[in-house]
């Protein structure tokens, strides 16, 4: 498992943490987290919670591609 977070969290060289996925893995925790508390005080609005999934998975998305040249080889 800590293979897996390390693989999705690190750069090109699978060392130096990346800023925009650590950011990304923030963002989508604290989604869902806020999602299940909507659940337990009674109903989540699904179209919101589409929304902002995707919203966070296409800024990440587009922060991590922008900056490709510039991770350490």
């Known amino acids: 498992m800590k293979k897996i977070i390390n693989d999705l969290l690190t750069g090109k ?9 650590v950011t990304w893995l923030l963002g989508f925790v604290a989604i869902i987290v806020l999602a299940g508390y909507e659940v337990m005080r009674g109903s989540v609005n699904l179209r919101e919670l ?17 900056k490709k040249d510039s991770e350490p080889q």
Do not use: C, F, Q
């Open 13 to 21: 060289d699978n060392k130096t943490y990346d800023i925009g996925r």
């Open 50 to 66: 589409a929304e902002a999934l995707g919203i966070v998975s296409g800024a990440s998305g587009v922060s991590v591609m922008l």
